[in-house]
């Protein structure tokens, strides 16, 4: 069964980790035909996993709309609570995982972008990802109200809970069915399916290497220094599926062990922001992006000639029922 792979882009603001009610712009997105020109030229399927100030701009709209009229593409919603109306709660550091907010604001706020991108792009999204990863129960449980039917925000072998998220460092690197009130067991006839973004080791014993990394993270000082040389040894490899944290390359060799481990899909992800020099920690210039476009290009050559399965994340849903 040829592996099928889901491309997953947070389409956002320009302004990356600025917490505001407005003064949001989406220049960014601008930037989308030259990605998905490269994505057309592979028959790649991308999901636009779009929030609000994406969806409140007229231009950013008659973009993604073209891209969508001709079939290219999907859409979904991807949440940023500081600049999603209603604006009920005090803009902190805290309050930027929309899982930290009360289940009526949450629900409130995805709810305004849900019918936002319904009118505006005459679609239903029923795939979705929150910002910054803040997914939890109370967040599932408002997806799962609004008709959602698949979640990409867990983030395997991710620990955010110093930064205010969850743990995520033992969820599941395969698709799994979950309900809300436990987002991180598989549950038969569950209401939600899990499509996590690929992220794991060069080493096929992935639960070792998780160990290993959690040790070596909770030590002080040296940490970093060491998980530096352990992966210039080749010893302890971390890797996400994405151009931004990942060379074309590196990409590759993660996504054969885990093809080798026995998964049957590979979701590849990145933000929006990256495509505009200085918009995104990840892309700082013109030959920073030429080598960004270059590593999508080397890992879309090497999907098509495994034979992969080019599919939007809704799709994820028919395969695994």
Not at 81 to 89: G, S, V
Request: hydrophobic residues 40%.
């Amino acid at each position: 069964m040829p592996v099928k792979l889901f491309i997953t882009i947070d389409t956002e603001e320009d302004t990356w980790n600025k917490y505001s009610f407005d003064h949001n712009p989406v220049e960014n997105v601008s930037r989308l035909p030259i990605i998905q020109d490269i994505f057309d030229r592979y028959g790649a399927m991308p999901t636009y996993l779009v929030n609000w100030p994406v969806v409140a701009d007229n231009n950013a709209r008659h973009i993604l709309a073209e891209i969508l009229a001709k079939g290219r593409c999907e859409i979904g919603t991807h949440c940023h609570p500081w600049n999603t109306p209603p604006f009920e709660e005090k803009i902190n550091t805290y309050n930027s995982r929309i899982c930290n907010l009360p289940y009526e604001l949450i629900i409130k706020k995805i709810e305004t972008l849900h019918k936002a991108i319904v009118k505006h792009f005459k679609i239903t999204p029923v795939c979705f990802r929150a910002g910054r990863w803040g997914f939890g129960s109370e967040v599932a449980r408002s997806i799962h109200n609004l008709g959602y039917r698949v979640d990409t925000s867990i983030t395997p072998f991710v620990d955010w809970t110093n930064e205010w998220g969850h743990d995520f460092s033992e969820a599941s690197t395969y698709t799994y069915w979950f309900d809300p009130d436990d987002i991180l067991r598989e549950k038969e006839g569950g209401c939600l399916l899990e499509v996590p973004p690929t992220i794991g080791f060069y080493q096929k014993n992935f639960k070792l290497c998780n160990s290993v990394r959690k040790w070596i993270l909770k030590k002080p000082l040296s940490r970093y220094h060491v998980l530096g040389i352990l992966d210039r040894l080749r010893i302890l490899n971390f890797r996400w599926l994405s151009p931004e944290f990942s060379s074309g390359s590196d990409m590759i060799r993660l996504s054969k062990t885990f093809i080798q481990s026995g998964h049957d899909f590979l979701n590849l992800t990145f933000h929006s922001t990256s495509l505009l020099p200085g918009k995104s920690p990840f892309i700082h210039n013109q030959k920073q992006l030429e080598t960004f476009f270059y590593d999508v290009e080397m890992f879309l050559e090497f999907a098509v000639n495994r034979g992969m399965t080019f599919l939007p994340l809704c799709k994820a849903v028919e395969v695994a029922e």
